[in-house]
């Protein structure tokens, strides 16, 4: 059974997307404003923003894909808010499937763990629930990751879609990281168990994400390193710099691009896109790698955040992706659909790659394994 939503009047498609963004904003400050008092329905509320962010992404591309049963839609109960809405696991199929919007694998994980928390909390409401997580440090630090994957899809990826309300999500945005006694309070109750990690022999690094020092690095690579944050939660990949330059498009001015936080041309301010960027690479890395030969694709598509457009260039030694800023992994034609990909080498010998292996499993199954 999905969620209604009720509005009393017939309202446009406009108007409706309108009113799921305004809501999905609505539920993100009522979120920081329970923080105090009621951390659990702070959970709860984050999480609706969640969905019906993703909603408003889906409807922005038709309004049936938010209806459970797109086969029964009726656009005169939809324009007065009668009918069941998809819950988050269709939601994320119908995004990768039917838009080509896939979310970042990570992304997923946190936004489906953060709805395992809202359901616990919402089930066993009479229950004495005494996760840690329910502690109201506990509570930022979750939000924080979250919104972390949720301010990457609206503020950047979905930019054109959502600009019309850049100001409320970066007021939001300023809110969220004022939190930071609370990432503090964190930090000071984990102290102890980051310092057992370290005399354990872990390394440990300044989180990108809360600052602290508290990113336990879990594997050095020759690009960077993995590691975990265990005050804010998030899992990342702290990149070694990368001293390679660009030429800005507008002012001709040479600047280090290959760093997620770069979203403006520092000489003359121009705004640095995921599009933009790679246009400016297409232009500079022509190449691939050793294995690569005149004439065949040069430009991979990441496996890790599903660029739509190929994103992953062969730069400084290492394939590296200009939309995720991940380095490191292999590029190779998909032996299944042919298209240039990057990826974990055996699953693309043995199955399949991130473009074909939904069709390969269905395959499967029609086949019967
Ligand atoms: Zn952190
Ligand atoms: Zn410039
Ligand atoms: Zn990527
Ligand atoms: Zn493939």
Redesign the pocket.
Known sequence: MGRKFISQKKQTREELFDSLVKNAIDFLDSSLDNLEKRPKNSIVDFYTSIELFLKARLMHEHWTLIISKPENANIDSFMVGDFHSVFLEDVIKRLKSIINEPL?ESTIANFKALGEHRNQIVHFAHTDYSDIKATKAGVVVEQWSSWHHLHELIGTKWLDIFKVYSLEINRIHQRMMQQTEFIQARYDELEPKIKIEEKKGKKVIDCLHCKMHSGIITEEKKWGVDYNCMVCGVKDLAITPLNETIECSECNKEFKFFDSTVKHCPNCKVELTTKKLIELCENKYKEGDGWWEEGQAHIAS??????ERP??FFIDNLWS??????RGWQAICCPNCDEFV?GDMDKLKYFACHKCEDDVRRNMEADGF
């Open positions: 970042p990441c496996h890790e955040c599903q660029n994103s992953v992706c200009v939309s995720c800023f991940d990057t």
